[in-house]
């Protein structure tokens, strides 16, 4: 087994021991889709809405990973043909605009005793359990944008964070300090970064509060968070 095949299997196996969304989970997680998006024979597209069929099949990645069943001749690309089989639907879905327009639920629609609607043919939910189904989209949606911000923090594909620091101190820069605020479980405190960073407490907090923090919040934005409406 090759260098690859060993961090690859070392993560996934990260990933199953721990319990899904958890901390540890989202960190095993986000290192292994760093190491996915570099594997070689991954689909790729030129559609401009590539990294949103990307992203969808991150997402189901992250929920069915523990499926996954190596097979020769490398974990690396059984790997890659397993995301791809995903990833090409997903690219073909943005060549078919049509197969994702919304359906009217009250448009009529023939059936054998005559006409009706999708509405009237749904299920009889209660109002508790639209409710329900709702808040578990929603919750879907959150984890998946949470393990986005996470990759994207330890990646910073534009320097955005790395070159956002105070003064002559680059070694306070935001991608330093999310990693140690975000990604590390228990955070670490300002006052413990103050005495190993020899930086003013006032300095650090300022700056998280000042330049890193929007710069998450507005990368979190893009991901598709909603931020809530003030009164």
């Known amino acids: 087994m090759d260098d690859l095949d060993g961090r690859l299997s070392a993560l996934i196996a990260e990933v199953r021991q721990h319990p899904a969304n958890s901390r540890k989970w989202r960190s095993a997680m986000h290192k292994l889709l760093w190491e996915i998006q570099q594997l070689p024979g991954l689909k790729k597209s030129a559609h401009q809405n590539y990294p949103e069929a990307l992203n969808r099949t991150f997402e189901w990645v992250s929920r069915e990973i523990a499926k996954f069943e190596p097979r020769p001749p490398?974990?690396?690309?059984?790997?890659?043909?397993?995301?791809?089989?995903?990833?090409?639907?997903?690219i073909q879905d943005l060549y078919s605009p049509d197969k994702n327009a919304p359906i009217s639920l009250d448009a009529p629609i023939a059936v054998d005793a005559g006409e009706t609607t999708r509405l009237e043919q749904l299920p009889d939910f209660t109002l508790s359990g639209l409710e329900g189904m709702i808040e578990s989209a929603q919750k879907e949606t959150i984890q998946r944008i949470g393990l986005q911000l996470e990759l994207y923090i330890e990646q910073d594909p534009e320097g955005k964070l790395k070159n956002s620091y105070p003064g002559s101190k680059p070694e306070c820069n935001c991608q330093f300090l999310s990693k140690r605020r975000v990604l590390k479980d228990p955070p670490d405190k300002f006052k413990d970064l103050e005495k190993e960073l020899n930086v003013k407490y006032t300095t650090l907090?300022?700056?998280?509060?000042?330049?890193?923090?929007?710069?998450?919040?507005?990368?979190a934005l893009t991901l598709g968070y909603k931020q809530e409406s003030q009164p």
Do not use: D, F, M
């Not at 490398?74 to 791809?84: E, P």
């Not at 907090?205 to 990368?219: D, G, Y």
């Open 74 to 90: 490398s974990v690396s690309k059984s790997l890659v043909n397993w995301i791809n089989g995903t990833l090409r639907r997903r």
């Open 205 to 219: 907090h300022s700056h998280w509060k000042r330049n890193c923090e929007p710069l998450l919040q507005k990368k």
